[in-house]
C-alpha cells in the first residue's frame, strides 16, 4: 500500500511547497530525473568560511558528498552546482568532481532556472534541488512541482518546512550523499516490476472470505 510520504512532517506548523507525495509519485519522480541541482555554501559546505587578508582562503567540502556525485553519474544523473557567491575555490572542488555545469554569481536562482532548462535541454520533470537558505526557496517552488527537493538537516526552518525529503545530515557533513542515496534508492524500487501498479479494491466483495 501507498503510504503518504513528507519526511518534514514531524515539523510543526510546516507550510509546504507541494502536497505530501504518494511513495509511488516519490519512485515516478527519482525514476525521471536526469539533473540534481545543488546550492553551494551550507549544502556542501557547512556554511563557514575562512578569510586571509586576501580574501576567502578556503571551505571545508565533505569526501562522501564527492561519493554521490560519482554514484548519481553512474546512475545517469549528473549534478551542477548553483550559488549566489564566485568562489575559486567552488570552481576547483567542481573541477575535481568532474561537474560540467557550475553557475556562480547567481543572485535570483529562481529567474536562473529556466535558463538553466534551457542550456542543459532538460525538462522540470527531470531536476531535483537541494538548497539550505531563503535563497533556495523560489527555485525549489519551480522545482517542488514536478522534481523533487531536500534541505540539509541544519537548513533554515522556513526550507526545512518546504522539502519532500530532510537530510540527516547537516550541510558540509554528508547532507548531499543522503539525499543522493534516497534517490538512487527510489529509482532501484521504480525499476522492479509492478513498482507502480495501482490495486483496485472491489468494495462489493470482502477480502475475508465473506460477503459485505
Not at 511513495?23 to 527519482?30: D, F, T, V
Not at 557550475?102 to 532538460?122: M, R
Request: proline share 3%; net charge neutral.
Amino acid at each position: 500500500m501507498d503510504r503518504v510520504v513528507r519526511l518534514a512532517d514531524d515539523m510543526d506548523g510546516v507550510v509546504a511547497l507541494t502536497p505530501p507525495l504518494l511513495e509511488r509519485e516519490l519512485r515516478a519522480r527519482a525514476a525521471r530525473l536526469r539533473l540534481v541541482l545543488s546550492d553551494v555554501d551550507g549544502t556542501l559546505t557547512d556554511g563557514g568560511v575562512f578569510y586571509s587578508e586576501r580574501g576567502e582562503a578556503m571551505k571545508r567540502f565533505s569526501m562522501r558528498d564527492g561519493m554521490g556525485v560519482e554514484r548519481l553519474r553512474e546512475d545517469g544523473v549528473e549534478t551542477a552546482l548553483v550559488t549566489r557567491e564566485t568562489s575559486a575555490i567552488v570552481a576547483r572542488r567542481a573541477e575535481k568532481l568532474r561537474i560540467r555545469r557550475l553557475y556562480q554569481g547567481v543572485v535570483d536562482k529562481e529567474s536562473a532556472f529556466s535558463a538553466i532548462l534551457a542550456e542543459t535541454g532538460y525538462d522540470a520533470s527531470q531536476v531535483a534541488y537541494i538548497g539550505d537558505d531563503v535563497n533556495d526557496l523560489g527555485i525549489m517552488s519551480l522545482v517542488a512541482r514536478r522534481g523533487l527537493i531536500a534541505a540539509p538537516l541544519d537548513a533554515v526552518s522556513p526550507v526545512l518546512r518546504a522539502v519532500h525529503y530532510r537530510c540527516a545530515r547537516g550541510g558540509g557533513g554528508g547532507a548531499f550523499r543522503d539525499f543522493a542515496e534516497w534517490i538512487l534508492e527510489l529509482r532501484q524500487l521504480a525499476r522492479r516490476p509492478h513498482a507502480f501498479d495501482v490495486r483496485l479494491v472491489d468494495p462489493t466483495i470482502d477480502e475475508t472470505g465473506g460477503m459485505p
